[in-house]
């Protein structure tokens, strides 16, 4: 885990001309303005900038010279929830644009680092968990300050490498952007489908058979409010657990330990709406149909499940708040409160919606199904790529996959270290050399005095740890690797006794995440990555199955 002979490590303050947290939005001027404002949702958890939800404000001349962003900027959430704060992107929209005081904008000196390599490093340390680490907390929200972020520690290559490595990033982009195509489509694919359905009710005059939301609700129920952690008796929904667009999303998922009664509840069916009532202004009102996985789940206070009766079906509901009437029944219901809003389960019942027949209902709904499942199974079978993506990105940002490259532009390299090396210098920079520089990508620590493999296992995770312990174990019991590709093997070692007994403080039901950790531990290299043949017995067919190996 050295770095390369031909890097150094230094901090983000001596490779950047400029490091300007942004300005906040004058309260009851959002979206009166004309200069768009980009914000923590615009930064999206693959690194790259989206124009979804951007709000308008008013900014003087000043304001304008001071906060604008321009192509190339780094982009940083210093302030969002827990789980967000530290996420990056280059900033890459012509035109004029202003950042809000929830960012800190990053102007990199470009004779000494791409903004991309800079931006995919600090995102590598987002997703990696050590952002969080480094952040102060307050009731809901984690922020790093500027001096904080100016201080972490950066691997500087030569500008040579950092541009071959970039160009390797971006060819792995292309798994992110086949996954944000397949959203898009099946979200737009809804939306067509729901005016095709219902348009007729929607009339110049109004709508066709009116009702409240209210008068349609069965029961309506807040969540919990217990502290939340890695381990539990209930994996807990928060609000990232429902996308922009209305899908469920479980990737990121933390847990408490609920009594009887909360238990009792927060119950959850199948079909039950899960409304986000409390975020920011424009993701406020976010609602998801609840389709039960396996294992135990619960709700955080600023949901609020819905469980409706027969006359209203919930993917009709669902799809009606988030069409274009329902985002602006929302918005408008919104109250703001500092940095905050919220729409009230009273508020929400308040919105009138058409109510179309039974059968229409029945009929769309039927067909909101068949496309959860093709969405299902198109972003299931990209998750294997997206988990290569991030071990392709791990591996480039600390130079693993540019040995051959070093070796043959060495001449060139050499020039340009010399030349780094002078105007880090220059800047009074501290400078580490590669002799004595290990990659920080988890501790960010000085290192150099633990082994490599001892200083990993201290920075694992706990989940991560028990992981690792339990595939080590199963191994050597089997003397086999795991197919992990495998689904009848992979379930096995999933439902094993020894495996579940470690894991049982994490929950139930932890089969994606013991794969994503993994593939975390194999691009760590604590356990090896192989591909072994496996034949059907019954065709007689030979497939070539990506397995996992332990290390001695």
């Not at 409706?308 to 703001?336: C, F, V």
Request: net charge negative; charged share 25%; hydrophobic share 40%.
């Amino acid at each position: 885990m050295k770095l390369p002979e031909t890097w150094v490590e230094t901090t983000v303050r001596a490779v950047v001309e400029d490091l300007q947290p942004g300005f906040a939005q004058r309260p009851g001027e959002e979206d009166e303005g004309t200069t768009p404002q980009i914000r923590t949702h615009n930064v999206t958890p693959d690194g790259k900038i989206s124009l979804e939800g951007i709000k308008h404000i008013t900014a003087s001349e000043k304001e304008l010279a001071r906060y604008s962003l321009a192509v190339g900027d780094v982009v940083f959430n210093n302030t969002n929830s827990e789980e967000w704060v530290g996420k990056t992107a280059v900033f890459d929209q012509e035109g004029e644009y202003v950042f809000s005081n929830h960012m800190t904008r990053l102007r990199t000196r470009r004779d000494l680092i791409c903004p991309e390599y800079l931006s995919g490093y600090l995102h590598l340390l987002w997703s990696m968990g050590y952002a969080k680490t480094r952040a102060k907390r307050w009731v809901s929200q984690a922020g790093i300050e500027s001096d904080t972020l100016a201080s972490f520690k950066v691997p500087l290559p030569t500008l040579p490498e950092q541009q071959r490595i970039v160009d390797v990033l971006q060819q792995a982009d292309a798994v992110a952007k086949a996954k944000q195509s397949i959203s898009d489509q099946v979200d737009h694919l809804i939306r067509t489908a729901y005016w095709e359905y219902f348009g007729a009710w929607y009339i110049a005059d109004g709508l066709t058979d009116p009702v409240r939301i209210s008068d349609c609700i069965a029961d309506s129920q807040y969540g919990v409010s217990e502290a939340m952690e890695e381990r539990g008796s209930h994996a807990v929904l928060r609000m990232n657990s429902i996308t922009t667009s209305g899908w469920l999303d479980l990737s990121d998922l933390k847990y408490a330990s609920l009594s009887k009664k909360d238990i009792e509840s927060t119950d959850l069916q199948d079909g039950d709406l899960l409304f986000n009532r409390t975020n920011s202004k424009e993701l406020v009102g976010k609602c998801a149909v609840w389709r039960p996985p396996a294992g135990a789940f619960s709700f955080a206070s600023y949901l609020v499940r819905l469980r409706l009766k027969k006359e209203m079906l919930p993917e009709y509901l669902w799809a009606t708040l988030n069409s274009a009437y329902g985002k602006y029944r929302l918005l408008n219901s919104a109250k703001q409160a500092v940095s905050m809003a919220n729409v009230s389960p009273t508020d929400l019942g308040r919105i009138t919606v058409p109510l179309p027949p039974q059968d229409l209902q029945e009929k769309f709904a039927g067909f909101v199904h068949v496309v959860e499942g093709l969405r299902e199974q198109m972003l299931g079978k990209l998750e294997a790529f997206a988990e290569l993506q991030a071990i392709v990105s791990q591996q480039a940002l600390i130079g693993d996959l540019t040995t051959q490259w070093r070796e043959g532009h060495a001449a060139e390299i050499a020039e340009a270290a010399r030349t780094r090396d002078a105007l880090l210098r220059e800047r009074g920079a501290k400078i580490t050399l590669s002799a004595n520089a290990v990659v920080t990508a988890m501790g960010q620590a000085d290192l150099t005095v633990r082994p490599t493999r001892h200083w990993l296992l201290g920075e694992l995770s706990e989940f991560q740890r028990q992981v690792l312990a339990a595939f080590t174990e199963h191994c050597q019991q089997s003397g086999k690797p795991l197919l992990v590709e495998d689904p009848e093997e992979f379930s096995r070692f999933c439902d094993d006794a020894a495996v579940t007994e470690r894991l049982q403080a994490f929950g139930l039901s932890h089969g994606n995440r013991i794969r994503r950790s993994l593939s975390q531990l194999a691009a760590l290299g604590l356990i090896a990555k192989i591909t072994l043949p496996k034949q059907d017995p019954e065709s007689g067919e030979r497939d070539y199955l990506r397995s996992c190996l332990a290390k001695h």
